[in-house]
Nanobody, 119 residues
Framework: QVQLVESGGGLVQPGGSLRLSCAASGRIFSINALGWYRQAPGKEREFVATITTGGTTMYEASVKGRFTISRDNAKNTVYLQMNSLVPEDTAVYYC?????????????WGQGTLVTVSS
């Protein structure tokens, strides 16, 4: 069974940094795009960043210049380095993967990791 497991969330003060990780496991043949999304309390899930197999990245406007998405293909892992955090970044962060597994093409979500930005 293919699964994504996030880690690295927690409580941080405004202006601080956190690094999220998301590791994919299972019978995976290849991973295409990897992405991060977030859902703040009372709001819908929104796009944060994505990275292709070739390393092309895209960011939501409010995080551009503060967040950096990267991936380690050998470890089937995607990272999100978050700097200059503000209270509005508080949310549950989910990773997402478009991949090919033993059962075929899948889009998989992680269980989420909570990031709280507060003084």
């Amino acid at each position: 069974q293919v699964q994504l497991v996030e880690s690295g969330g927690g409580l941080v003060q405004p202006g601080g940094s956190l690094r999220l990780s998301c590791a994919a496991s299972g019978r995976i043949f290849s991973i295409n795009a990897l992405g991060w999304y977030r859902q703040a309390p009372g709001k819908e899930r929104e796009f944060v960043a994505t990275i292709t197999t070739g390393g092309t990245t895209m960011y939501e406007a409010s995080v551009k210049g503060r967040f950096t998405i990267s991936r380690d293909n050998a470890k089937n892992t995607v990272y999100l380095q978050m700097n200059s955090l503000v209270p509005e970044d508080t949310a549950v962060y989910y990773c997402n993967a478009d991949l090919v597994a033993g059962t075929g093409y899948l889009q998989v979500w992680g269980q989420g990791t909570l990031v709280t930005v507060s003084s």
